[in-house]
């Protein structure tokens, strides 16, 4: 059964250029234990799908779409309701953690805050139980630590107490947005280690948000590959790794720096930029930098769906598994949700 | 062999600071660049890795003048560039540029793309012809891949790629001998990443440049580098050829950053996961350990590390090394595709 499951999720801003249309029409599912990936270029909207579910989106953002988090929608939940579910079933975790920690209160202030929040403990036990997390994230000499503030930890000590603060109402689901770009890689490998590991102990589901392919192939079951707001291309770690369909995931694959290939060969490159989300129009969005290119892509490409799940947005047919279903671009629109249809059409007239 | 055209030799910069309150003024060093020489020759593209708090960018800076050293010289075809005067070195940065880590900081957001690349021109050569500068900056914008229309546009107008290209365009107008890289591309998506480095690559074929990348792990500089010199804590770890340093890295230090970039493949990076990765954090640059720098990371270390400083000493097959015990540690890599997966 999904622990969560989003369909047509549509993500717009108003901005004074105009409405920007971040995330157009995803939908996605995270079983129990599970961990996706949602990969994508700066501007995919993998970021702003994730705040909108969460009920984060900055004020001149709007979303529609269900997001069923154990049966419920938390598209529909107030935010009483919401503050419940946040930080206790579903946890977070930033790419900042400097930015995410309160820089004048102690890390212990900082973890008794959830864990009185959310399960009314008493200060001693919450105490005992801050230690206790820390301790699990290997942060050495938690009992003294958990008495210090952030600045007087190094970047990776933060982002383990940040990894911490999210683990201590055992959620069911946690969300990582890029927790290892700002770090040293060094760094990078102890937490994705420490992450994958915490993870297969307690057996969280987890969905990590990274535009680095490399850390997905170490700690994920599932990936999902965005574009310009869209679901390009979503399987196993293996058919995405191994059998990538979508042109854009093989080039985006290709451009990885290889260090277990010492070949002097050019980096592959994607030509030109993403597109400008203000102005997207339609056709596949990707037309202008693919390499496969054909005339019908000025047309919406299919969303072709594979009987082992596994999805790809575009005219080249998908070359291993069986296609039990085609849905094409125009219809995916009209299949829309109630709430999205209507909001639209008021905004017409 | 040619003559190097930049020999860096035994440089030092520190940084001094001051704790405590005005009676109990206490002053602190921090070593951020801690003794450190190469040379560079022409048409050469030197890597320069290592984690934040390295002393790479400060390393950078120093060669080009812009922050002053405290010992050592940084020699330009002969001549001592720390003893020159500010008109002097000016002139010098005609022949030296550099571009920066973040494409969109570095720009100034209220100069069109045309004034931020003939910048230069007009500082350097004030009398040349108007058309002559506009023609120029047309000539560069081809080059690195923009636009020549897009002459008038300002930077925010651009992506952060393009940015980037921007800022290569501004460094190599002055047809510079040497540009160095600050981290060019760490703040850019892999998929134009890979574009910029193409660029850089293409571009110093074709225009002969000495080029010095710095970047903060090794996956990116293997792509561009002929050399590569591994830096920790300000010191020089290692200083290897480019085949020679992935194959069979001489440093502990090395062996554990080339470890540390994860692998886009999932059979291997699931046997990468079992070889445990470098502990810990740096220490604190203002205490640094007794010894060797690295040895409290150093899974390998002796008695001998926790006292003795180890000097960057040249091995037999030419590269150099700073570990007292090189010659009897096999940090071999094996993880090529080809014998990674059967």
Partial sequence: MSLLEVSDLQVKFDTPEGEVQAVNGLDFSVRRGESLAIVGESGAGKSQAVMAIMGLLAENGSAC???????????????????????????MIF????????PFLTIEKQMAEVITHHQGLRREE?????????????????????????????????QRVMIAMGLLCEPGLLIADEPTTALDVTVQAQITQLVGELRRKSNMAMI???????????????????????LVETGSIEDIF?????????GLLASLPRMDRLSDDELHSIPGNPPNLMNLGGGCHFRERCSKVMDVCKDDPPLQVAQDGRQSRCFIEMTDGEIASTETGDSAELVGSGDCEKESTETVE | M???????????????????????????????????????????????????????????????????????????????????????????????????????????????????????????????????????????????????????????EFSGGQCQRIGIARSLVLNPRLVICDEPVSALDVSIQAQIINLLKDLQQKLGLALIFIAHDLSLVKHISNRIMVMYMGSAMELSQREALYRRPLHPYTHALIKSVPIPDPKLAARARQ??????????????????????????????CQTDVPALRRMEQGDWVACHQAEDLDLSIHLDSASGIN
């Avoid at chain 1, 990590?208 to 869209?230: F, K, N, P, S």
């Avoid at chain 2, 022949?95 to 931020?116: C, H, K, W, Y």
């Avoid at chain 2, 502990?279 to 270390?301: E, H, L, Q, V």
């Fill in chain 2, 2 to 156: 040619t003559a190097p055209v930049l020999r860096v030799q035994d440089l030092v910069v520190n940084f001094t600071s001051f704790t405590g309150g005005i009676l109990q003024r206490k002053e602190r060093v921090l070593r951020a660049v801690n003794g450190i020489s190469f040379d560079l020759n022409a048409g050469e593209t030197l890597g320069i890795v290592g984690e934040t708090g390295s002393g790479k960018s400060t390393l950078a800076r120093a060669i080009l003048g812009l922050i002053k050293a405290n010992r050592g010289r940084v020699m330009w075809e002969g001549e001592d560039l720390t003893l020159l005067g500010e008109e002097e070195l000016r002139q010098k940065r005609k022949e030296i540029q550099i571009v920066f880590q973040d494409p969109v900081a570095s720009l100034n957001p209220r100069m069109t793309a045309g004034d931020i690349i003939s910048e230069p021109l007009w500082t350097f050569y004030p009398h040349m012809a108007p058309l002559q500068v506009e023609e120029r900056t047309r000539g560069m914008m081809k080059v690195v891949g923009l636009l020549p229309n897009q002459i008038n546009r300002y930077p925010h």
């Fill in chain 1, 65 to 91: 779409g269900k997001a069923k988090f154990k049966g419920q929608d938390l598209m529909q939940m107030s935010r009483q309701e919401l503050n419940k579910i946040r930080g206790c079933e579903i946890a």
């Fill in chain 1, 208 to 230: 990590l948000i990274t535009h680095d392919l490399a850390v997905v192939a170490e700690i994920c079951d599932r990936v999902l590959v965005m574009y310009a707001g869209q």
């Fill in chain 1, 242 to 250: 191994y059998r990538p369909q979508h042109p854009y995931t093989q």
């Fill in chain 1, 95 to 102: 790419q900042d953690p400097m930015t995410s920690l309160n």
């Fill in chain 2, 275 to 304: 070889d445990s990765w470098l502990a810990g954090d740096m220490p604190s640059p203002y205490d640094p350990p007794k010894g060797c720098i690295f040895n409290t990371r150093c899974p390998y270390k002796v008695s001998r």
């Fill in chain 1, 126 to 158: 919450a105490r005992a139980h801050a230690v206790e997390m820390l301790r699990a994230v290997r942060i050495p000499a938690p009992e003294e630590r958990v008495k210090q503030y952030p600045h007087e930890f190094s970047g990776g000590m933060r």
